[in-house]
């Protein structure tokens, strides 16, 4: 099959990421402007299941390599199959996520070609995929094209795009493909569990806390904590914990501002920000954030902004569409009970 559209499928542990689903949405209709059908890309070891995921979520051919040399990503390695079997597409839609991109940059390098990062829209004009990605921490939107080179390489910002409902009744080729991959240079040795619990990327729902969550002056530690900084952090820890029963009511996960992290309240995996997470949940609440450039920055396209906070002058006001002007630690629990009565939970 000539399709003229590839889609990768990123996946972790077994599970494909959701953001590869709505690039292979995304990829659909592209194909409808192109013309052919959507071929996908599934590399990995035991993968069969994702394969198969591919087609019913809208994929017409799945070019499959399944090696143990493929258990883990390597980049070295993904790149060099992937572009062995994108090189004559028109178009190579990737989700964004860590490990794509890498791998868009090395295949873009390896096919001469060139990548838009992070698209959050796009059109189609005489052949060519004109992109809107947001620039300067998300302060402006820039319109991007791959001239004259193919393939035209997109990776998509997650949540952006609908993700197409799965039909198990679709059919479709599943083509194997021999992992050669020469050696490789880097070997991965071990992953440890930085991100239990925490799934900002993908998180329709998000709470956030920040600073102001180790702000309670009346809440008094146990005698044994007499060191300031263990006494904040004991405080920030109640606070989160106000955080961690409104995100299980509401199903959500739960995010920090980088004051929050570098003061040791949550670890690094649930910061937000210029340096942390870019999300884009329907829902985010911060509480006791101040909404500093750099934090707006990773949640400014969130559908809905909620603001907790105690300062009537505080920045993320400006960009919330509804504002708690109050002390967090009083705010959130009645909040968590009025939710919990009225989802009946
Ligand atoms: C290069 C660079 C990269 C950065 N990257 C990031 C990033 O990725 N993410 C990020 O978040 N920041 C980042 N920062 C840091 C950023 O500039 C801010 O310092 C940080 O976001 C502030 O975090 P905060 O809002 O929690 O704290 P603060 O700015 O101290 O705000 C705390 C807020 O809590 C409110 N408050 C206090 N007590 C209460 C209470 N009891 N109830 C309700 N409200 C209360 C206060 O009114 C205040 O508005 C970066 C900075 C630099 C220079």
Redesign the pocket.
Known sequence: MSNKVYVYIDHFAGEAVPASWEALGVARSLADSFGGGVSAVVLGEGVDNIAKQAVAYGADEVTKADDSVLKDFRAEAFATLVSEIVKSAEVFVLPTTSRTRELAGMVAIDLDTGVMPDVVAFEVQDGTVLATRPIYAGKLMTKVVCREKRPQILTLRGRSFPKPEPDPTRSGEIVDVVAEVGDLATEVTGYSDAEAGVSLSDAAVIISG???VS??PSLTPPEGITDEGEQEIWRAQKGFELIRELAEVLGAAVGA????VDAGYVPYAY??????KVVSPDLYIA?????????L??MRTAKTIVA????TE?P?FKLARFGVV????EVLPPLTQALKERLGK
């Open positions: 920040g600073r102001g702000n309670n501002s980088r004051a929050a910061q937000v920000g210029q340096t942390g509480a006791g954030i101040s909404g500093a450039i750099q934090h920055a990773g907790i906070n105690k300062d505080a993320i109050g002390d967090l630690f």
